[in-house]
Nanobody
């Protein structure tokens, strides 16, 4: 069992930055891959970024490459998503999730946080 809690969301103007945190408990976070996903109103949940348990493999969706950076601090059992140059289309609820393997396939993620809202105004 892994419990995940996201934080750091909020309201920001276009071009601004936010850093989301995903804090884990119940299991050492270095043993799992952590992915960030987002869901806008009336849209399907979509992949944003992923980081392997070791932290040496990361991958991001094309829509956020060059703007979002995923990282992890295993000592703090926390994964971060640094979001720069935010755009109105980044507005969504952001979720972190844990998977035994570093994959994009959302169906392979077993544990999910409750989400944190990011709103980008134009």
């Amino acid at each position: 069992q892994v419990q995940l809690v996201e934080s750091g969301g909020g309201l920001v103007q276009a071009g601004g930055s936010l850093r989301l945190s995903c804090s884990a408990s119940g299991r050492t976070i270095s043993s799992v891959a952590i992915g960030w996903f987002r869901q806008a109103p009336e849209k399907e949940r979509e992949f944003v970024a992923i980081i392997a348990g070791s932290g040496d493999i990361t991958y991001s969706a094309d829509s956020v490459k060059g703007r979002f950076t995923i990282s992890r601090d295993n000592a703090k059992n926390t994964v971060f998503l640094q979001m720069n140059n935010l755009k109105p289309e980044d507005t969504a609820a952001y979720y972190c999730a844990a998977s035994p393997v570093a994959v994009v396939d959302i169906s392979l993620y077993d544990y999910w946080g409750q989400g944190t809202q990011v709103t980008v105004s134009s």
